[in-house]
């Protein structure tokens, strides 16, 4: 008897610990459950939040395309930083930044595939400038065009880029992204972000670079006389004036841009304008201490504007 009731406690211990177990293990899936829907309510909370946002930015752009739309300059509203607007447990803000201030990569083909021999001309001088060699132009414009031929010592098609340890295609098309570029030849690892800040994949051709948003690098590429620091020093000077450009021989009429040369004057004039039609929406947005960025590329034509690219990714 005595036996039988130590076998029967035993059991009755083993039950109650097991059942400790199962309680405790389901009150850890259920908290688990209940922080992952959580953070699942979170995120699409921010996404929300940067949609209203990009909203805004919209609204602010097709504002100025009808009232002022035939010059773009940074004393506008559109470039002026949003305001951190409070919401629940948190806030947003965000940069609407002109993306037409840079060089379009996407300028370097023509619609019937051929090559822009000035958009050519120019981005090889930016590349220079940057550090980099200028015949890299010529994977930046293999990586485009739809055949199978390299333009030059530094061009690459499929047949190198499937020789990579991790091969993959180059797509012969439009670049969708800026970032494509650090798979391209020439431009691995850090030598993508030497010149990152300074191009753009505008999907509109006609796209021109503005001269009152560009940078003083982009500008001073324009001839190889032209000094970074003068340049850089002589937009500062303007934009503290609250000055811009009206049309492109306001450019030319100024120093030091008299310097450049007639004929290179001639060729990027087709290039350039004071007009924008590309911005990149950068938005952040805090909720219960946890940040979240969010970047949008917004295209205005006609005075209508919509989102060519989305990305989650932090900037």
Excluded at 48 to 64: H, I, N, Q
Excluded at 272 to 292: N, T, W
């Amino acid at each position: 008897m005595k036996q039988e009731q130590g076998i029967a406690l035993i059991t009755i211990l083993v039950m109650v610990a097991l059942a400790t177990i199962l309680a405790a293990t389901i009150a850890k899936r259920q908290a688990n459950t209940a922080e992952n829907t959580a953070y699942l309510m979170r995120q699409n909370q921010s996404l929300l939040y940067a949609k209203s946002a990009e909203a805004f930015f919209s609204e602010l752009l097709v504002d100025d395309a009808e009232n002022a739309g035939d010059i773009d300059h940074l004393q506008e509203n559109w470039a002026k930083p949003m305001p951190a607007f409070p919401v629940e447990d948190g806030f947003v803000s965000g940069t609407l930044q002109d993306e037409s201030g840079k060089f379009n990569l996407n300028s370097l083909v023509n619609n019937d595939g051929t090559t822009n021999a000035q958009a050519k001309a120019w981005f090889e001088k930016l590349l220079v400038r940057v550090g980099l060699p200028e015949k890299l132009s010529e994977a930046v414009i293999d990586w485009q065009d739809a055949d199978d031929e390299t333009m030059g010592a530094m061009g690459a098609e499929a047949s190198y880029y499937q020789g990579l340890p991790q091969g993959y295609l180059a797509p012969n098309s439009k670049f969708h992204n800026v970032e494509e570029l650090k798979l391209i030849r020439g431009f691995e690892g850090q030598k993508y972000l030497q010149i990152a800040d300074y191009v753009s994949a505008a999907p509109t051709l006609d796209t021109k670079v503005n001269i009152n948003t560009a940078p003083a690098i982009l500008l001073a590429s324009l001839d190889p006389k032209l000094d970074v620091n003068t340049v850089q020093q002589v937009l500062q000077q303007r934009q503290a004036k609250l000055e811009y450009f009206s049309n492109i021989n306001d450019l030319w009429a100024i120093e030091p841009f008299t310097q450049v040369n007639p004929d290179i004057r001639n060729e990027v004039n087709e290039l350039l304008g004071v007009q924008s039609s590309y911005f990149k929406a950068k938005i952040e947005v805090l909720l219960s201490e946890r940040k979240r960025q969010f970047s949008s590329d917004l295209v205005r034509k006609d005075k209508i504007v919509y989102v060519a690219y989305r990305s989650m990714a932090p900037f």
